[in-house]
Nanobody
Framework: QVQLVESGGGLVQPGASLRLSCAAT????????MAWFRQAPGKEREFVAA????????????YYADSVKGRFTISGDNAKDTVSLQMDSLEADDTAVYYC????????????????????WGQGTQVTVSS
């Protein structure tokens, strides 16, 4: 298993930006897909974005939840087990604990939103958007 550590959360006003980062504590070169999920108080954990390696190349594809498309950008290097989430134009509804997740195996596109497909998880970092 890979231990993931998130950083970059905080308290910001609506319209501001934040950048979250996630790194594995040990380099395994084994992650195929890395993703961000979030969980707001009283709600279930939901998919935010994912980045998947394309075959054995250094290319990758990205996927976003409709609620963050156009505002959030995921980037990373699966070979280095790192992923970031640039969050712009933050809204109050973005307030949540954000979790980094990783899978060593390919995940079908239709299953990217399924948290059970990811083996490794971070402890989470709090993002609060409030005026």
């Amino acid at each position: 298993q890979v231990q993931l550590v998130e950083s970059g959360g905080g308290l910001v006003q609506p319209g501001a930006s934040l950048r979250l980062s996630c790194a594995a504590t040990t380099r395994t070169f084994s992650t195929h897909t890395m993703a961000w999920f979030r969980q707001a108080p009283g709600k279930e954990r939901e998919f935010v974005a994912a980045i998947s390696r394309i075959g054995t190349s250094k290319l990758s594809m990205t996927y976003y939840a409709d609620s963050v498309k156009g505002r959030f950008t995921i980037s990373g290097d699966n070979a280095k087990d790192t992923v970031s989430l640039q969050m712009d134009s933050l809204e109050a509804d973005d307030t949540a604990v954000y979790y980094c997740a990783a899978s060593a195996s390919p995940i079908p596109y239709s299953d990217l939103v399924d948290q059970h497909r990811y083996r490794d998880w971070g402890q989470g970092t709090q993002v609060t958007v409030s005026s």
